[in-house]
């Protein structure tokens, strides 16, 4: 910005750049929301909504999944009020939930290397590690521009 400058024009510049930083929380938010509808985890447990927080704060902080039980799961506990072991469980639940029930074209695309994998299920960690990192690389190819920290 060049000076002088009119605050009005300076005040315009920082409205545009804040709406811009809340459309791309907004967009985030529905993608995790939608990545979670598509793969069958019902919004009716518990457990839906910890996968969701955990997801969201993975994709803000890089290294909040890295320590799952001492940073995220502590995190959510804390966030919901209830125990860590909690969160656990009903996360572990609600992935079992959606392991059967899920789109399996959704599953293929977001877990192709477990949905024909003889282990089965992803940890509760796989399961919030590959939708992070999956979710951050969409985000980033349809705007290279935008920054997920």
């Known amino acids: 910005m060049t000076k002088p400058f009119e605050f009005a024009t300076l005040h315009c510049l920082i409205s545009d750049l804040t709406n811009r930083s809340d459309s791309a929380t907004r967009s985030i ?3 995790v929301t939608d990545a979670l ?10 457990g839906y909504y910890y996968l969701r927080t955990a997801i969201l704060l993975s994709i803000q902080d890089k290294t909040m999944s890295s320590n799952l039980t001492n940073n995220l799961y502590s995190q959510i506990a804390k966030k919901y009020d209830i125990t860590v072991d909690r969160v656990e469980r009903a996360m572990r639940h609600a992935i079992d939930v959606s392991w059967g029930q899920g789109d399996p074209e959704a599953k293929e695309l977001y877990f192709g290397h477990f949905s024909h994998n003889k282990k089965g299920k992803p940890t509760n960690l796989e399961y919030v590690a590959v939708l992070v990192d999956h979710l951050r690389l969409q985000t980033q190819s349809d705007d290279p521009r935008m920054d997920l920290h």
């Open 29 to 31: 938010e529905v993608r």
């Open 37 to 46: 509808h598509k793969l069958g985890v019902p919004a009716r447990l518990k």
